[in-house]
């Protein structure tokens, strides 16, 4: 009789034994419909921002253990204003910036300070050398950028650089020299379709002038080769109204852009 007894209490143990992980499986998917529940109830706008500020967050961990490189003192002018005609960007600006708060939370404190000092001292070289009516900087998204209208440094429908302007751009490649960021050249055009030119259309035009101005760093200026990129845009990022002539003045341009770490990173080599 006794062992009978034994062997009825060992079945109900073994019967009750699942419920223990199928507790645990229950609380487990309840949780997970919560938090898909409270995911959907996020806005597309919250959710790029609580995006932009974890990967600030990031960026800022990432300089505090590891900054080096030039140094990072406090900017004077504000980070989205053209340094030849003191206006800030219009709303909807370079890369969908709006604000000052915004480019910080993007970039990060730390690298906007770093890209603000360095185009401080840009900006009082270029005036010291009476440069500054022909060439502005600003920062944006993408990094510092130094901008130059193609009638200072190309004829109408020609890449060949005016030997006039070879002064600037040597003073130019000579400021870069502090920096170990990659360089982007971007040549843009307006949309006027081109005529009575050795280039079919105005992407070949473009990406052969952003080529020539790489070439004159390296064979010029010494500067290094694995350091540059060279892009042509033709009239397909505008800064202003194609439809009038200042705009399309405006449209005609050599952007140098000493890249933002996010953008920097994405030129990295791939095999090292």
Known sequence: MSKKREQVHQEEE??????????DLMTLLLAVFIVLFAVSKIDAQKAQQISQVFSS???NNDYTGH???SGSGTGGSGPLVNSTTSEAAPVG???NIETDSELESYLGEYELKKLETLKN???TRLHDDGMDQ???TMIDMRGLVIRLNNAILFDSGSADIKKQSEDTLIEVASLLNTVDNFIRIEGHTDNVPIRR???PSNWELSTARAVNVVKFFINKCNYPPNKLIAVGYGEFKPVADNTTTEGRTKNRRIDIIILSSKYNHLEEPLVK
């Open 14 to 23: 073994a019967g009750e034994a699942w419920l223990l992980p199928y507790s």
């Open 57 to 59: 967050s990031m960026m």
């Open 67 to 69: 900054g080096s490189g």
């Open 93 to 95: 600006g370079p890369l």
């Open 121 to 123: 001292e840009i900006d």
């Open 134 to 136: 022909s060439v502005s």
């Open 197 to 199: 030119s050795a280039y």
